[in-house]
């Protein structure tokens, strides 16, 4: 595939006024055009020529140094003279242990391409029922939700789930809340499971739907009693000005259903969240972990390697 000569001259446009407003960042260009062009000789072949005019003459600061032997193939680097201390040694603030010296090296597991069910759905159920068999895993259905609404401003929580089946994921929760409002606005959402003691993650992309009253009334009046009335005395997401107000507001509801069914609240429900990409996530030695791609076109899957 070659380019127009419109797109060449576009391109060297941008260069020539990068070059004349910030020749010191043309290197930079370069490197992040460099990757792109490998695909185009021509154009990669532009860039060689612009390297050995342009970049040349671009100001090098006292700190770094640019090699004029790189390979026309290779990311021009800029090789710093200063000392950098370590991230522990950089935050004096810390006073407890410093995150950038906590490592875990895995290698409880390893995930092969011919042991992997066709549909992901299968492949979850088989991690599944493994991660409620351990019993450092204390709730294996605990999921992060990430949503996030029309101005794609993203929050994240812990839910859990209640169900799978073919069709995809389930939970519940007060559907004026952040998240119900989110959803509302932006029906993409992702699911994230992970399980430190196998060395697993599963990662989900969807869209959620809002499941049938009667599939969420079956489900609210399966929770305990005091659940169900939970649901009414929290007005989820919304500012409370103490913990008694919220008792208060509890002890009131449970007097005012005492000894009758407690209804499912109209502000209660249940989503679907029906995957159209799924990622399982083995971790392996050194970083080099295993991690596969589901990916739903039309009615089939396709699978594939990811780097990790």
Not at 19 to 27: E, F, G, L, R, T
Not at 225 to 247: C, G
Not at 297 to 307: A, G, P, V
């Amino acid at each position: 595939m070659r380019w127009k000569l419109a797109d060449k001259i576009s391109v060297l446009l941008e260069i020539g006024l990068l070059a004349i407003s910030a020749p010191k960042q043309v290197s930079k260009s370069f490197f992040n055009h460099q990757i792109f062009f490998l695909q185009y000789p021509s154009q990669k072949d532009i860039f060689a020529s612009m390297k050995s005019k342009s970049i040349r003459k671009s100001t090098v600061s006292k700190d770094s140094q640019i090699s004029s032997s790189i390979e026309p193939d290779r990311p021009i680097l800029k090789t710093s003279t200063k000392t950098i201390k370590p991230l522990a040694a950089q935050d004096k603030s810390t006073t407890g242990v410093s995150p950038s010296t906590l490592r875990q090296n895995y290698s409880k597991g390893v995930l092969r391409r011919s042991e992997l069910k066709k549909d992901p759905l299968a492949q979850f159920d088989v991690w599944f029922e493994e991660a409620c068999a351990c019993r450092a895993i204390t709730e294996p259905n605990a999921m992060a939700l990430s949503t996030a609404n029309c101005d794609l401003v993203v929050t994240s929580r812990i839910v859990l789930l209640k169900a799978y089946t073919q069709k995809g994921f389930s939970f519940f929760t007060n559907i004026t809340s952040l998240k119900g409002k989110q959803i509302a606005e932006n029906s993409h959402v992702s699911l994230l499971f992970y399980w430190p003691p196998l060395e697993r993650q599963i990662q989900i992309f969807g869209t959620a739907t809002l499941l049938p009253i009667a599939t969420t009334e079956r489900y609210f009046h399966s929770r305990p009693r005091d659940s169900q009335l939970a649901a009414y005395a929290s007005f989820q997401s919304a500012v409370l000005p103490n913990r008694q107000t919220l008792e208060a507001r509890m002890h009131s509801i449970r007097k005012k259903f005492k000894n009758q069914e407690i209804p499912l609240p109209d502000f209660w429900g249940g989503y679907l969240v029906a995957p159209n990409v799924m990622k399982f996530w083995q971790g392996r030695q050194n970083r080099l972990h295993d991690c596969f791609e589901y990916t739903k076109k039309e009615k089939n899957w396709i699978i594939e390697r990811l780097n990790p």
